[in-house]
């Protein structure tokens, strides 16, 4: 597709349940990068993908947060036993070539995850 | 502390008026620079991107400088419009790795 697109655009859970975000990069992109942003609109870096491959994921709080991004289909963001504090917009952003090379890095439009 | 500072917090303009928002980072070294857009309730946007060694960057209306010797950037916005009203964020590549630190952002109002 010719944007990233997130799915579902907002989630509600209770605490301690299990919450799935799914993104779908730009067709031809190779890289994939999920951001937490809270309020104050920091946004903090969970994981990136090259492919299918972890790149980085010195982000992810591991202990209830993974990560996929399997060979034709969406790539996912699965929280188990949600906290209040996961509470955030989770943004999904696509790039075709490493940042680093100055290569623009599309976000998608973002899931609100409130956990009540 | 964050490594991508961002001044002022929030702004209000006048539509037709000119502002310039600032980021000072500590990041270091880095591979490029990007100010982004960011709507209410949208993702954000590309505005422009900068490597270390390039000193000026112009989208329209919006006009990125970055002085590596002092370690700030700025963005200008000329003749602000309505929908310029948004976040405005700093971002930087670090040179190692394949991630982007964000700053804070700047919340922009423009006013008829």
């Known amino acids: 597709g010719e944007e990233v697109a997130q799915t579902p655009k907002h989630l509600v859970r209770g605490e301690g349940q299990k919450a799935k975000l799914y993104c779908a990069p730009i067709k031809g992109h190779s890289y994939v990068f999920w951001y937490q942003q809270v309020l104050k609109n920091e946004f903090k870096f969970l994981i990136s993908?090259?492919?299918?491959?972890?790149?980085?994921e010195t982000g992810m709080p591991k202990e209830r947060f993974s990560a996929k991004c399997l060979p034709n289909s969406p790539c996912s963001l699965e929280i188990q036993a949600t906290k209040l504090e996961d509470s955030a917009v989770y943004f999904c952003a696509s790039s075709q070539l490493q940042t680093g090379r100055g290569t623009e890095a599309f976000f998608g439009q973002g899931t609100r995850l409130t956990v009540v | 502390k964050n490594q991508v500072e961002q001044s002022p917090q929030s702004l209000i303009i006048l539509e037709g008026k000119n502002c310039t928002l600032q980021?000072?980072?500590?990041?270091?070294?880095?591979?490029?620079l990007r100010w982004y857009k960011q709507d209410t309730g949208r993702g954000p946007v590309s505005l422009t991107i900068?490597?270390?060694?390039?000193n000026t960057k112009s989208n329209g209306r919006y006009t990125a400088t970055l002085d590596a010797d002092t370690k700030q950037s700025s963005l200008h916005i000329t003749a602000s419009q309505l929908s310029d009203s948004a976040s405005y964020i700093c971002?930087?590549?670090?040179?190692?790795?394949?991630?982007?630190?964000f700053g804070g952002g700047t919340r922009v109002l423009v006013k008829p």
């Open positions: 993908f090259q492919n299918e491959n972890v790149f980085d």
């Open positions: 980021c000072n980072y500590t990041v270091s070294p880095f591979s490029n």
């Open positions: 900068m490597t270390f060694s390039e």
């Open positions: 971002v930087l590549h670090k040179a190692a790795g394949n991630k982007l630190t």
